[in-house]
T-cell receptor, first 116, second 114 residues
Framework: GAVVSQHPSWVICKSGTSVKIECRSL??????MFWYRQFPKQSLMLMAT?????????EQGVEKDKFLINHASLTLSTLTVTSAHPEDSSFYIC????????????FGPGTRLTVL | AQSVAQPEDQVNVAEGNPLTVKCTYS??????LFWYVQYPNRGLQFLLK??????LVKGSYGFEAEFNKSQTSFHLKKPSALVSDSALYFC????????????FGAGTRLTVKP
């Protein structure tokens, strides 16, 4: 149990286009989902935290208009990178957590975004 | 704010030998500590956690970690390394007062040579 999927696993897009990444909890209800960004050979940096039905809470320095996060259901959160540019190229990882279970975070396999 | 440090970028061990991946933490209050493993182009997989109780925590794939409060450390260990253990390992600490605030170390790349 506790599987988190991401789609797509990789995407290549042209500069200026928008890209949507989906994160799904397959066998549990995720009241809280997290979005991380990972640069090569670096750690995960938390971008934002989203609770189902609420607006996402963004970390300092993360542009909310650039990285749109929607958590419309208990099993799905989406991250949309708007008007992507080459510097947005990165590995994006989502994580999900069950309600009232703060000690277990389940991670998706990640999405590799390359902006040309 | 809480933080973790992984002092070694890279750890190399021979297959069959014991391995240790180091982690030290800084947190106000009781620490909630985690170890994750990441294989290339994959997300993080949970290995083990320390919340309370015994200082020696056993986890997946034969890994264990020892919580040492006096040294503020939570080193990951395995008695006999496998080549398949080669991966990137992350230590993480969660703020006991903020359930949404988990901080990751910079990661340690473990290479196990046959």
């Amino acid at each position: 149990g506790a599987v988190v999927s991401q789609h797509p696993s990789w995407v290549i897009c042209k500069s200026g286009t928008s890209v949507k990444i989906e994160c799904r909890s397959l066998d549990f209800q995720a009241t809280t989902m997290f979005w991380y960004r990972q640069f090569p050979k670096q750690s995960l940096m938390l971008m934002a935290t989203s609770n189902e039905g609420s607006k996402a809470t963004y970390e300092q320095g993360v542009e909310k208009d650039k990285f749109l996060i929607n958590h419309a259901s208990l099993t799905l959160s989406t991250l949309t990178v708007t008007s992507a540019h080459p510097e947005d190229s990165s590995f994006y990882i989502c994580s999900a957590r069950r309600q009232n279970n703060y000690n277990e975070q389940f991670f998706g396999p990640g999405t590799r975004l390359t902006v040309l | 704010a809480q933080s973790v440090a992984q002092p070694e970028d890279q750890v190399n061990v021979a297959e069959g030998n014991p391995l240790t991946v180091k982690c030290t933490y800084s947190v106000s209050g009781n620490p909630y500590l985690f170890w994750y493993v990441q294989y290339p182009n994959r997300g993080l997989q949970f290995l083990l956690k320390y919340i309370t109780g015994d200082n020696l925590v056993k986890g997946s794939y034969g890994f264990e970690a020892e919580f040492n409060k006096s040294q503020t450390s939570f080193h990951l260990k395995k008695p006999s390394a496998l080549v398949s253990d080669s991966a990137l390992y992350f230590c993480a600490v969660r703020d006991p007062y903020n359930n949404n605030d988990m901080r990751f170390g910079a990661g340690t790349r473990l290479t196990v040579k046959p």
